[in-house]
C-alpha cells in the first residue's frame, strides 16, 4: 500500500511538471503581452525595453526556467494590467472559488449518490424514473444556460435568494453551487445507479440474501461497497469539471473567484495570472486525482494488499 | 448416526418430513412471455439425509432452490406451492420471519465460488456475518467461532487467513469459505449449488469427503444440485432428476440407478463415464426445450428415441416404481433398457 501510495505520488509529480511545460508554452504562443502594454504610437526602443523587462528576449528555456524558479518560491509574478502580486491576487480570490467548490461537491454527493442507489434498489419505479429523466436532462443542459434559470426563477420571480455577488452569507452560494453540481449530480446519479444494478446481479450480494442479511444492510453494505468504485474515480473528474464550470458560473453570478479572475485576466491578456491560475488548477486536479486514487486503494482490497 | 437419532427424537414439529415442498412454481415473467422455469416440484427432505436434484443446465435446478429460500430475482415469482419447513409453509411468512430462517435453518452455497464471496471483506468477516446476525455473537467469542468454521471446512492455519479477502484465496479455498459460511449456524438444511464445477479432480474429491464429514459432525441435511451422476451416487441416499422444470424421476438412489425409469435418466446415466470429466449434459442429443413455450405432452418427447403419439399429446401421469418410493412420470415407466 505505501508503495502504491508512492509510486502514484511520483506518478503525479511528473505529470505536474509535464503540465507547467504545456501551460507556459500554450501562454507564451496565445500573443505578445507587450504589445498590450506598451501604447501604440510609442517607439520602438520603449517596446524593447519593455521586452527586456519581463525577460521576454531570453531563449525559451531559460524564461522557463526563471518562471519556474519563481513559481516554486511562490512568487508567481506580477500581474500586467493590476500591477499587483499574481499570488496576492489568487490567495484574495481562491476562498470564495473553494467554498464554491466545496459546497458544490459535497451537494454533488449527498444528492447523487443516495438517489442512485436508492433508484437501482427500486428499479422501474417512480423515483427511478424521474431520477433516469433529471439524469438525461442534467447532462443535457449546459451550465450558464441553468444558471441563468436559476436566477430568473428563484432572484427575478420568486426573489428568495440573490442573483450576485458574495456579501451576505450562504444565501449568496445556493444559486452558484446548484448550477455548478447541476451537471456532476445527474452524472453521479447515472453512475451509482447503473454501478449499483450491476453489483444488486452478482453472487456475493444473492449470499448476503442468503445468510439473512437484512435488505438494508444488503445495499448499503454489501453492493455501495462495491458500486462506489467507479463513482470514486469519477468523482475526480467531477472535480475537473466543478473547476473549469467555475469559470463560467462565477461569471454568471458575479462571484468573485478565482474563475472569473481568470477570465479577466484572459481578455487583458495578463499572461501571468494566466499561467498562475492554470497552473493551480491543474495542481489542485492532481492533488484530486492523488487522493481519489488512495482512496480507492484503501477501499480496494485488491489494490491494498499488493 | 447417534446425533441424527436424537434430532428425529427431539423434533419439535407435526409434520412427516423436515422439508416438504409441494407443487412449487416459479415462473419469470420476461419480455418474451413467461418462462416456466419450475413447474410444479414435489419433494422432501429428512433430518441429516442427502438429497441429489440433477438436470441439465437449465432445467431448474437453482431456481427451485432460490423458490425454497425465497430469493428468486426479478422477474421471477412463485406463482404456486408451499414449502413446509418444520411443519411451518415458508411461503406465508413475513420477509422478517423469513430472515431468520435463511442462513440459520436453511442455507445455500450458491453455484460458483469464484463470485460468490465479496470482494471487500474478509473472509473471517464473512463467516462472522451470520452468527452475529443470527446467534448475536460479538467480540472474542465470535473470533473464536469463525476460526472453529474455517478449521471444520479444514482451511490451514485458520487464524491466520481470517483476514484473507477472497483475491487471495486459491478456488479450492474459496469453495471451502463458503461451506464455512452456509454451515456456521448449524442450518438443518445445506443446500450445495454444484458443490464442485469450479475444482479440479482432486480438490473435488476431497472437499466432498469434506462435506461428509460436516455432514456427521452437525447432522446437516444436504441437497446437492449438480450435472453429476457420479456425485449423486458418492452422495446421496435419495435423487430428483428434474428435466425442464419438472421433477421426471425420483427415488432411492440404489433404485434409481439399477431401475432407472425414465428415458432421460437413462440417457443420464450413459454419459456418466463421460462426466467425469465435469462436462455438461451435451451428449444427449437435441436441446432442452425453452421454457417460454413448453410441449403440451412429456417435455421430453421431441428428445425422446422412443416417443409415442401420447408423449407428444398428454403429460405422463406420475408411476409408482419398485419400492414406495421410487417415481417416475412417463407412459411407458422401466421399457427403455
Ligand atoms: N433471472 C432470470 N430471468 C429470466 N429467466 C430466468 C432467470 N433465472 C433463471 N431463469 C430461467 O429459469 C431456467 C432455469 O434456470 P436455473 O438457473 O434453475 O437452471 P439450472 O438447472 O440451475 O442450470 P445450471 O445447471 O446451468 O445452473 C432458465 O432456463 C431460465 O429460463
Ligand atoms: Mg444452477
Same mark, same amino acid.
Given at each position: 500500500m505505501s508503495r502504491y501510495i508512492i509510486k502514484r505520488s511520483i506518478h503525479a509529480v511528473i505529470t505536474l511538471f509535464v503540465v507547467s511545460?504545456?501551460?507556459?508554452?500554450? $501562454?507564451?504562443?496565445?500573443?505578445?503581452?507587450?504589445?498590450? /502594454?506598451?501604447? #501604440?504610437?510609442?517607439?520602438?526602443?520603449?517596446?524593447?525595453?519593455?521586452?527586456?523587462?519581463?525577460?521576454?528576449?531570453?531563449?525559451?528555456? $531559460?524564461?522557463?526556467?526563471?518562471?519556474?524558479?519563481?513559481? /516554486?518560491?511562490? #512568487?508567481l509574478g506580477e500581474s500586467t494590467t493590476q500591477r499587483l502580486p499574481v499570488a496576492t491576487l489568487i490567495i484574495e480570490r481562491f476562498p470564495a472559488t473553494l467554498q464554491l467548490t466545496a459546497l458544490a461537491f459535497a451537494f454533488t454527493l449527498l444528492i447523487g449518490l443516495p438517489i442512485g442507489v436508492y433508484a437501482a434498489a427500486h428499479r422501474g419505479g417512480a423515483l427511478d424514473f424521474l431520477a433516469r429523466g433529471f439524469a438525461v436532462f442534467g447532462q443535457a443542459t449546459p451550465n450558464f444556460w441553468m444558471g441563468i434559470v436559476f436566477i430568473m426563477i428563484f432572484a427575478v420571480w420568486l426573489g428568495w435568494l440573490p442573483a450576485a455577488g458574495r456579501e451576505g452569507g450562504i444565501k449568496f452560494l445556493i444559486l452558484p453551487a446548484v448550477t455548478i453540481g447541476w451537471f456532476p449530480v445527474a452524472g453521479v446519479m447515472r453512475l451509482t445507479r447503473s454501478s449499483m444494478l450491476e453489483v444488486l446481479n452478482s453472487e456475493y450480494v444473492k449470499l448476503a440474501r442468503v445468510k439473512g442479511v437484512r435488505e438494508s444492510l444488503v445495499l448499503w453494505k454489501h453492493a455501495f461497497k462495491n458500486a462506489a468504485l467507479p463513482v470514486l474515480t469519477y468523482s475526480a473528474l467531477i472535480i475537473v469539471f466543478m473547476v473549469r464550470g467555475s469559470v463560467i458560473v462565477e461569471t454568471v453570478f458575479a462571484w468573485p473567484g478565482v474563475g472569473r479572475l481568470v477570465l479577466e485576466a484572459v481578455y487583458n491578456r495578463d499572461f501571468p495570472i494566466v499561467q498562475a491560475v492554470v497552473l493551480l488548477f491543474a495542481t489542485f486536479f492532481i492533488t484530486a486525482n492523488l487522493m481519489v486514487d488512495i482512496t480507492y486503494a484503501y477501499l480496494n482490497p485488491k489494490i491494498r494488499y499488493s | 448416526m447417534t446425533q441424527q437419532m436424537e434430532q428425529t427424537e427431539t423434533k419439535s414439529y407435526t409434520g412427516d418430513h423436515l422439508l416438504d415442498v409441494k407443487d412449487l412454481s416459479?415462473?419469470?415473467?420476461?419480455?418474451?412471455?413467461?418462462?416456466?422455469?419450475?413447474?410444479?416440484?414435489?419433494?422432501?427432505?429428512?433430518?441429516?439425509?442427502?438429497?441429489?436434484?440433477?438436470?441439465?443446465?437449465?432445467?431448474?435446478?437453482?431456481?427451485?432452490?432460490?423458490?425454497?429460500?425465497?430469493?428468486?430475482?426479478?422477474?421471477?415469482?412463485?406463482?404456486?406451492?408451499?414449502?413446509?419447513?418444520?411443519?411451518?409453509?415458508?411461503?406465508?411468512?413475513?420477509?422478517?420471519?423469513?430472515?431468520?430462517?435463511?442462513?440459520?435453518?436453511?442455507?445455500?452455497?450458491?453455484?460458483?465460488?469464484?463470485?460468490?464471496?465479496?470482494?471487500?471483506?474478509?473472509?473471517?468477516?464473512?463467516?462472522?456475518?451470520?452468527?452475529?446476525?443470527?446467534?448475536?455473537?460479538?467480540?472474542?467469542?465470535?473470533?473464536?467461532?469463525?476460526?472453529?468454521?474455517?478449521?471444520?471446512?479444514?482451511?490451514?492455519?485458520?487464524?491466520?487467513?481470517?483476514?484473507?479477502?477472497?483475491?487471495?484465496?486459491?478456488?479450492?479455498?474459496?469453495?471451502?469459505?463458503?461451506?464455512?459460511?452456509?454451515?456456521?449456524?448449524?442450518?438443518?438444511?445445506?443446500?450445495?449449488?454444484?458443490?464442485?464445477?469450479?475444482?479440479?479432480?482432486?480438490?473435488?474429491?476431497?472437499?466432498?469427503?469434506?462435506?461428509?464429514?460436516?455432514?456427521?459432525?452437525?447432522?446437516?441435511?444436504?441437497?446437492?444440485?449438480?450435472?453429476?451422476?457420479?456425485?449423486?451416487?458418492?452422495?446421496?441416499?435419495?435423487?430428483?432428476?428434474?428435466?425442464?422444470?419438472?421433477?421426471?424421476?425420483?427415488?432411492?438412489?440404489?433404485?434409481?440407478?439399477?431401475?432407472?425409469?425414465?428415458?432421460?435418466?437413462?440417457?443420464?446415466?450413459?454419459?456418466?463415464?463421460?462426466?467425469?470429466?465435469?462436462?455438461?449434459?451435451?451428449?444427449?442429443?437435441?436441446?432442452?426445450?425453452?421454457?417460454?413455450?413448453?410441449?403440451?405432452?412429456?417435455?421430453?418427447?421431441?428428445?425422446?428415441?422412443?416417443?409415442?403419439?401420447?408423449?407428444?399429446?398428454?403429460?405422463?401421469?406420475?408411476?409408482?416404481?419398485?419400492?414406495?418410493?421410487?417415481?417416475?412420470?412417463?407412459?411407458?415407466?422401466?421399457?427403455?433398457?
Open positions: 511545460i504545456v501551460v507556459f508554452m500554450i $501562454v507564451r504562443l496565445s500573443g505578445d503581452p507587450v504589445l498590450l /502594454l506598451v501604447p #501604440d504610437e510609442a517607439p520602438a526602443e520603449d517596446y524593447e525595453e519593455m521586452r527586456k523587462l519581463l525577460r521576454l528576449d531570453e531563449h525559451i528555456t $531559460v524564461q522557463y526556467v526563471i518562471w519556474m524558479r519563481q513559481v /516554486l518560491t511562490g #512568487d | 416459479v415462473y419469470f415473467f420476461t419480455r418474451r412471455g413467461v418462462a416456466r422455469a419450475v413447474d410444479g416440484v414435489s419433494f422432501h427432505l429428512d433430518e441429516g439425509e442427502s438429497l441429489g436434484i440433477v438436470g441439465e443446465s437449465g432445467s431448474g435446478k437453482s431456481v427451485t432452490a432460490l423458490g425454497m429460500l425465497r430469493l428468486v430475482p426479478p422477474p421471477g415469482e412463485i406463482v404456486k406451492g408451499e414449502v413446509y419447513l418444520e411443519g411451518e409453509d415458508l411461503t406465508k411468512l413475513s420477509g422478517r420471519q423469513m430472515r431468520k430462517i435463511r442462513g440459520r435453518k436453511m442455507s445455500m452455497i450458491l453455484q460458483d465460488p469464484m463470485t460468490s464471496l465479496n470482494p471487500s471483506f474478509a473472509i473471517g468477516n464473512q463467516v462472522a456475518e451470520s452468527l452475529s446476525i443470527h446467534q448475536g455473537l460479538r467480540g472474542k467469542t465470535l473470533k473464536n467461532k469463525v476460526v472453529d468454521m474455517l478449521k471444520m471446512v479444514r482451511i490451514p492455519a485458520a487464524e491466520a487467513r481470517v483476514g484473507d479477502f477472497p483475491h487471495q484465496l486459491s478456488g479450492g479455498m474459496r469453495q471451502r469459505s463458503a461451506g464455512a459460511i452456509g454451515i456456521s449456524c448449524m442450518p438443518k438444511i445445506l443446500i450445495c449449488d454444484e458443490p464442485t464445477t469450479a475444482l479440479d479432480m482432486t480438490i473435488q474429491a476431497q472437499y466432498l469427503e469434506l462435506l461428509k464429514d460436516v455432514q456427521e459432525e452437525t447432522g446437516v441435511a444436504f441437497i446437492f444440485i449438480t450435472h453429476d451422476m457420479g456425485i449423486v451416487a458418492k452422495m446421496c441416499d435419495r435423487v430428483n432428476v428434474m428435466y425442464a422444470g419438472r421433477i421426471v424421476e425420483s427415488g432411492p438412489v440404489l433404485d434409481v440407478f439399477r431401475n432407472p425409469s425414465h428415458p432421460y435418466t437413462i440417457s443420464l446415466l450413459r454419459c456418466l463415464p463421460r462426466l467425469e470429466a465435469v462436462e455438461r449434459l451435451e451428449s444427449i442429443d437435441g436441446q432442452p426445450p425453452d421454457p417460454h413455450v413448453f410441449p403440451s405432452g412429456c417435455r421430453f418427447a421431441p428428445r425422446c428415441p422412443k416417443a409415442q403419439a401420447i408423449c407428444h399429446e398428454t403429460y405422463p401421469e406420475t408411476t409408482v416404481m419398485t419400492g414406495t418410493d421410487h417415481l417416475a412420470a412417463c407412459h411407458f415407466p422401466g421399457d427403455w433398457k
